[in-house]
């Protein structure tokens, strides 16, 4: 019970303090709904703009700061970001340099996926399983603490250069996050919540299913959240030791041959997507545990 | 109170089977058709904890008594008396380290089909993932009811619970008082045949603890269903129960089990008011602070 | 009336008896497991090398690899290595927690500023930290400093969301009562503050030291550099299929290093806050939850 599991690594971590998960919109109760009139919604508008500019200024303040301090910019590693945002236009807006994103993207949405869904699989085997859970856990958090990167020329040696090795890297790295938080998550599942399940004549199965699952995915999702940072960090790092393509290939190359506004280009672009797939995943987050941000703005209430 | 041969301490219904109930309990219109075997027999009850290296904990000494269809029993003692611990291994959902809980007869492995349980902690034992529909449909659902008479059963069983319009909410939107109404539904919607409940009323405030009481009174009116309430209030033990166990301290025994020959129809001014109530409630109060 | 004390029959003394025995049998149990399970996973790698279906030339037997590990810690050159990166890796992490701490706490106590530029913070800590490699290896060249200073700036953002939500944290209770009791400014800081923040600085840390010591090695491999332990398993690749074994010793060094430095940030989180809330599962003792 009290041994250092590896799942104590990631539980602290995936607990939930993420400010990002700690200032949900919560779905409040649905109020009486019709009510609310047109000068209602327009009010409401109207102070999320304001709001909006008020968490936004900076951020606006910090590009104009860029784009005047670097207007007459001469270093040849900081081009002026009017330059970089010309050839960002005519590389990726118009231009081909697009077609570098697919290959990574299908990289990460197949490694990612594996992970995610083998982590989940895996986890809820050996929370079933307690002596496999037992025997094997130093050796899943040698895995969880390897530096993932340093596989990378095994696994080149092992797959070459092509789409399995990257698939191939980029799961091995990212399954753990989620298989430790999915182990933990269930073994930390609330007792009154088991009892109550016995208590109902729930079989095991559906105890598994129906409330040992629910009562896990808040950290399962923290588990997902921080194997979706892995797995983004190694399809980049991947595509720069061995690949013909791919955005990761592309900062590369072009900082190799000194096209520096290009490069330049190729981290914005990187950045950008970055920033959109984890959007995208606190969207889905926010949509599944609804529940979990609403209980907890309850909870939070009340006391 | 008789001691049996094998030293324990059997209570209640000590006297051959055939029985209506033992000589000291009074007809109570409430318990008048109870009859037959008893629906709980505790038979030398006994819960040990190991603590990990030479130390043990002993939450349970040595309790027996029996519960016949349709009463009202409560468990009271000082806190910390392992009550929780006995209640757990009365419903099945621990093993006692010695002795034994019949219901209806047989022995427990788990919890029976037909008995229900309501945790004190509303706030844990519902599922915030699941609508109060879903919530209530959960035990249901299990059992194979198929969807048009659950959704039937499941408005009845709100409504009983003086709930409405809440189906589609979550718990966590609900008061306190309301989500217990809820956890209350959920056990009663599989109508199970033996209620237990732990402490269910001690997380709410006053008054909707009062409108709790009197509702539980009602809907064991109207479900029929024999209930063990533990509680470490002795008010509450004496206006709701037929009978009261007194256990002592921890590791606990039954001290005593008093009757409490009040009139069934009870109410929270009149009942509360009565010279007997409060001679009841100075006599367990005596038992339970007395070492 | 008391009931009769009952004299604990003798059954359910040796049921404990037993469940103390079983208990012990168990944890002993655990580690021959644990021990069993990795020779067999050991053993199988050997087997897999020795009936030729891990090919000698892509993937060296695990007897090879062990001696390769054991010929390295042995040499100067490993342990050359092992402290450069460990050098570069502890630099980068106490500039970027560091500065983290002092950003986060000024930002945390400011609801304004922390307003303000949480938004940008929380941005830089999406954008992957790869990104901007190639430019610190245009800066600063294959250097010891280009490696810290990605896992600085790495280690910055995520920890400095940590410490601004742990500095805003702060109980308002023990808050006001610092107030009343006439605690203030700096010294409320110290003393009020800090503390509350620090299992939140303590969880960031432990984090960061994972991420400090992934990038690292990603500066190592693309960057470049004269000592590490990705350099020498870059050394080991490109020496061609002889040296494998030398390659999978270097990975296995990594890993152990990561075991280290992740074990003893843990070790201190958990040392240090045994007082703190995050830490009761640790504390909690058998016996109160045993149903499950």
Not at chain 1, 192 to 212: E, H, I, M, N, Q
Not at chain 3, 88 to 98: S, Y
Request: proline content about 7%.
């Amino acid at each position: 019970m009290g041994d250092p599991t590896p799942a104590a690594g990631p539980a602290v971590l995936a607990g939930g303090r993420h400010p990002a998960t700690a200032v949900p919109a919560p779905s409040g109760p649905p109020g009486p709904s019709g009510r609310a009139g047109a000068g209602r919604a327009v009010l409401a508008g109207c102070r999320r703009v304001v709001a909006a500019a008020g968490w936004l200024w900076f951020a606006i303040a910090l590009v104009a700061v860029w784009w005047f301090a670097s207007a007459d910019s001469t270093s040849a590693y900081f081009p002026p970001l009017r330059t970089i945002v010309h050839r960002l236009y005519e590389l990726w807006i118009v231009g081909d340099a697009k077609s570098q994103l697919a290959p990574s993207l299908e990289h990460f949405a197949a490694g990612y996926g594996i992970a995610g869904a083998g982590g989940i699989a895996l986890g809820a085997l050996l929370w079933g399983v307690r002596p496999l859970r037992e025997s094997t856990s130093p050796l899943l958090y040698f895995c969880y603490v390897l530096p993932a990167p340093a596989l990378l020329p095994a696994v080149i040696t092992l797959f070459g250069i092509d789409t399995t090795m990257k698939v191939a890297i980029i799961s091995f790295a990212a399954v753990w996050p989620t298989l430790l938080n999915t182990v933990d998550g269930m073994r930390g599942v609330d007792p009154v919540k088991l009892d109550t399940a016995r208590a109902l004549g729930l079989s095991p199965l559906r105890t598994a299913g129906s409330v040992v699952l629910p009562a896990a995915l808040p950290q399962i999702v923290a588990g997902l959240r921080n194997s979706l940072q892995v797995a983004i960090i190694l399809m980049v790092v991947s595509e720069m030791t061995a690949s013909t393509s791919g955005i990761g290939y592309f900062i590369l190359t072009a900082q190799q041959s000194l096209a520096i506004t290009d490069m330049w280009t190729g981290i914005i672009v990187l950045a950008v997507l970055g920033s959109a797939l984890n959007l995208v995943f606190v969207a889905a987050e926010r949509f599944v545990l609804a529940w979990h941000y609403g209980a907890r703005a309850a909870e939070g209430k009340r006391s | 109170m008789t001691v049996q041969p094998e030293g324990t301490v059997s209570v209640g219904r000590a006297d051959p089977p055939g029985n209506s109930g033992t000589p000291d309990i009074p007809a109570n219109p409430g318990t008048a058709e109870a009859a037959g075997a008893p629906v709980l027999s505790v038979r030398g009850l006994r819960k040990v904890y190991p603590l990990g290296g030479r130390t043990e904990r002993v939450a349970v000494a040595d309790v027996s008594f029996e519960v016949a269809r349709g009463e009202f029993v409560c468990v009271v003692g000082p806190s910390g008396a392992g009550k929780t611990t006995l209640l757990r291994c009365m419903s099945g959902l621990l093993t006692p380290t010695a002795g034994q809980a019949l219901v209806e007869g047989q022995p427990l492995r788990r919890v029976p089909a037909q008995v229900g349980v309501v945790f004190q902690d509303y706030g844990r034992s519902l599922y915030p993932w699941l609508t109060v529909n879903r919530n209530v449909a959960l035990p249901l659902k299990v059992r194979g009811m198929d969807r048009a008479d659950r959704a039937e059963r499941i408005a009845d069983v709100l409504a009983s619970v003086g709930l409405h319009d809440v189906g589609r909410r979550y718990p966590w939107q609900l008061s306190g008082g309301m989500q217990q109404r809820v956890a209350i539904a959920r056990t009663l919607a599989y109508r199970p045949a033996l209620l237990f409940m732990d402490e269910p009323f001690a997380s709410v405030d006053a008054q909707t603890r009062f409108d709790l009481e009197d509702l539980i009174l009602r809907v064991r009116e109207r479900f029929a269903v024999t209930v063990v309430f533990v509680t470490h209030d002795i008010d509450e033990a004496v206006y709701l129960a037929d009978r009261v166990v007194v256990l002592s301290g921890s590791p606990s025994t039954v001290r005593e089990v008093v009757p409490v020959p009040l009139p069934a129809a009870r109410d929270q001014r009149g009942t509360r008011a009565l010279p007997e109530f409060l001679a009841l409630r100075r006599r367990l109060l005596e038992l339970v602070t007395s070492r | 009336m008391t009931g009769p004390e009952p004299t604990p029959p003798a059954a359910p003394a040796r049921s404990v008896r037993a469940a103390r025995a079983a208990g012990l049998a168990r944890r002993s149990g655990r580690l021959t497991g644990r021990l069993t399970v990795l020779a067999a996973v050991l053993g199988l790698w050997q087997v897999l090398s020795v009936t030729g279906y891990l090919r000698a030339d892509e993937f060296p037997s695990m007897t090879r690899t062990a001696a390769a590990l054991g010929r390295e810690f042995g040499q100067v050159g490993f342990w050359v290595d092992l402290w450069a990166t460990v050098r570069a890796w502890a630099a980068g992490v106490a500039i970027g927690a560091g500065s983290a701490v002092l950003v986060g706490s000024l930002l945390g106590l400011n609801r304004f500023a922390h307003r303000s530029a949480s938004p940008v913070i929380e941005l830089f800590k999406t954008v992957p930290v790869v990104a901007i490699l190639p430019l610190a290896i245009l800066e600063f060249g294959p250097t010891l400093r280009m490696r810290y200073v990605l896992v600085a700036f790495g280690v910055f953002w995520p920890l400095t969301i940590q410490v601004i939500y742990g500095v805003r944290s702060v109980d308002p209770t023990v808050r006001d009562t610092a107030e009343a009791l006439g605690v203030r400014a700096l010294r409320r800081f110290a003393v009020v503050t800090l503390p509350s923040a620090a299992p939140f600085i303590a969880t960031g840390l432990r984090v960061a030291a994972a991420t400090g010591l992934i990038l690292d090695i990603v500066a190592e491999l693309i960057g470049g550099g004269d000592n590490g332990l990705g350099l020498g398993i870059l050394t080991a690749l490109n020496a061609g299929p002889a040296a494998y074994p030398t390659m999978y010793a270097f990975i296995v060094a990594t890993g152990l290093l990561g075991v280290l430095l992740t074990g003893a940030f843990g070790l201190a989180e958990r040392r240090v806050l045994h007082w703190h809330e995050s830490q009761r599962e640790h504390a909690r003792g058998p016996g109160a939850v045993s149903g499950g």
